[in-house]
């Protein structure tokens, strides 16, 4: 019997539903081998910083010069505009050259060095530690970021920064564009004389998972949903030979709103909320999608200035039908439960569009395990939930309730801020433990790309400690090794006395 055709792998228009082109075809195993093998052949090649440092900016040269193909390709696969796409390709090209610069700093190694000393307790022998990279990384390309944080994106750049190639899965959302941002990352290694193996592509549910079971694979980076993140970490732990997953999962961003800043900014809280709900028509990551407001004359003026700005966004298109059904059928379901209001009611918005809404639950309601805790779940959209709390009481015993988020922000008064009145530090030490990221007095949807930043949080936010964006995710791909009593001649340049490469260094503490 012959073998079945390889499935196609269509781009899609999610403003028609219509198909645009036939891009590729779907991986089988063995071209999942194939890809992952040529990978892992480019490691010697990728061990030079200089190279990897040359490699990023080129590519992100390649990617400003091919940017009009690039963001034409993205708005026609996810409906997501010029506009926020050219901010999201000057993004990922920053990020880039960002990684560059990490690699020429060289403190990403971590490099230490105890010399030998008989006078310690016990004595120490000479040691010298750094890092190195842990081998071909899996990265598994976003929906809602088609360039920041999928083939060009951070993970990519960040494992390259590393040392490591990098097998991308495209996700089916935009496999156009994740053709052509491959591509221009493979200009770019041949044209600084690396082999342009060091990426490589593949296409295809069936090759996501051969991907993270592959043997030669060492690490997987995941930015989705907490149904295919959770069984794609649990496949990695499953392995003879575990491997490390870093996943960005799903996120509610809690939003807790004093009564004395209600009733100090109140409108202007609510159009700051509209606006960062709505964002890319609610499709980020930090989208904030539960917020404790007070009850009250303070706390109705936020609602009816939320309602007022969200009445005004036009419906827009999610990132494909798909999605558009589940935030149909998932705000539907919310606002059928009971106390559950709908100022502005979420839903269709059109054939091919959504709705941006809001509802508005007691906070007591979501204090106690029930019907209400599908509030307390991600609903990707441009919806948020707005629970009224009547005390301190009530808000303790949502946030107790709450999982892992990316963020958690907090609104104070201006003397609370100051810490003339109030409970800002109180309610700061609550919301630290649910996130990654805690702001204060401001919106989660944007995401830095700078050296403190840390984008990630406790499960089901992400899968590790980690973070995805800034300059530390380099970490997720690198490995300490400490030689012990290593003859000098025979050390990596990067431990020997004479620092040949310039590293900083820390040495005998």
């Not at 060289?106 to 010399?115: C, E, K, M, N, T």
């Not at 890319?280 to 609602?303: H, I, M, N, S, Y």
């Not at 979501?366 to 991600?378: F, P, R, V, Y």
């Not at 709450?402 to 104070?412: D, F, Q, V, W, Y």
Request: one cysteine or more; a negative charge; charged letters at 20%.
């Amino acid at each position: 019997m012959a073998a079945p055709s390889p499935a196609p792998v269509w781009s899609v228009d999610p403003r028609t539903g219509k198909p645009r082109e036939q891009v590729a075809v779907e991986a089988t195993a063995e071209e999942v081998d194939q890809a992952v093998r040529a990978a892992h052949a480019t490691r010697a090649a990728l061990a030079g910083r200089d190279a990897r440092a040359a490699l990023l900016r080129t590519a992100a040269d390649l990617l400003d010069e091919s940017a009009e193909h690039v963001i034409e390709a993205a708005d026609a696969e996810t409906a997501l505009g010029p506009g926020r796409l050219t901010g999201e390709l000057a993004r990922t090209t920053a990020q880039l050259r960002s990684f560059a610069d990490i690699v020429d700093e060289g403190a990403y190694l971590d490099v230490r060095i105890s010399r030998a000393d008989a006078t310690q307790t016990p004595p120490w022998p000479d040691l010298r530690r750094y890092k190195v990279p842990l081998g071909v990384v899996a990265v598994y390309a976003a929906s809602n970021f088609p360039l920041a944080f999928s083939v060009p994106g951070g993970d990519t750049a960040s494992a390259l920064a590393a040392g490591c190639p990098v097998v991308i899965k495209a996700h089916p959302d935009h496999p156009a564009t994740a053709e052509l941002c491959a591509d221009a990352l493979r200009r770019a290694a041949e044209r600084v004389q690396l082999p342009g193996d060091v990426v490589q592509l593949v296409h295809g549910f069936d090759a996501g998972t051969e991907l993270v079971r592959h043997p030669l694979v060492a690490a997987a980076g995941f930015t989705g949903s907490v149904r295919g993140g959770r069984a794609l970490f649990d496949a990695a732990a499953a392995r003879p030979h575990p491997i490390p997953f870093h996943g960005e999962l799903g996120s509610l961003n809690p939003v807790v709103v004093t009564g004395a800043a209600a009733a100090e900014r109140a409108e202007e809280i609510g159009a700051g909320l509209a606006a960062s709900m709505t964002l890319g028509v609610g499709q980020f990551c930090t989208k904030p999608g539960l917020v404790l407001a007070p009850v009250g004359e303070p706390g109705d003026r936020l609602v009816a200035s939320l309602t007022h700005q969200v009445s005004e966004v036009e419906a827009g298109v999610l990132l494909d039908h798909r999605m558009r059904s589940a935030y149909v059928d998932g705000v539907r379901e919310r606002a059928g439960l009971p106390d559950v209001d709908a100022p502005v009611t979420p839903g269709a918005g059109g054939e091919h569009t959504v709705g941006a809404g809001c509802l508005t639950v007691p906070a007591a309601r979501l204090a106690a395990e029930g019907a209400h805790d599908l509030l307390l779940e991600e609903c990707f959209g441009p919806v948020t939930v707005v629970a009224r709390y009547a005390d301190a009481a009530e808000v303790t015993a949502v946030l107790s309730r709450l999982p892992g988020n990316l963020t958690a922000t907090l609104h104070l008064s201006a003397a609370e801020s100051a810490g003339e009145s109030g409970r800002g530090a109180e309610l700061l030490a609550e919301l630290t433990p649910l996130a990654g990221r805690v702001l204060v007095d401001g919106w989660p949807t944007g995401v830095a790309v700078a050296p403190a930043q840390h984008h990630g949080g406790p499960y089901p936010a992400t899968t590790s400690t980690s973070t995805s964006v800034g300059g530390t995710a380099v970490e997720r791909w690198l490995r300490p090794v400490a030689y012990q009593n290593t003859p000098e001649p025979l050390l990596p340049p990067e431990l020997r006395d004479a620092n040949p490469l310039g590293l900083p260094r820390r040495v005998e503490g």
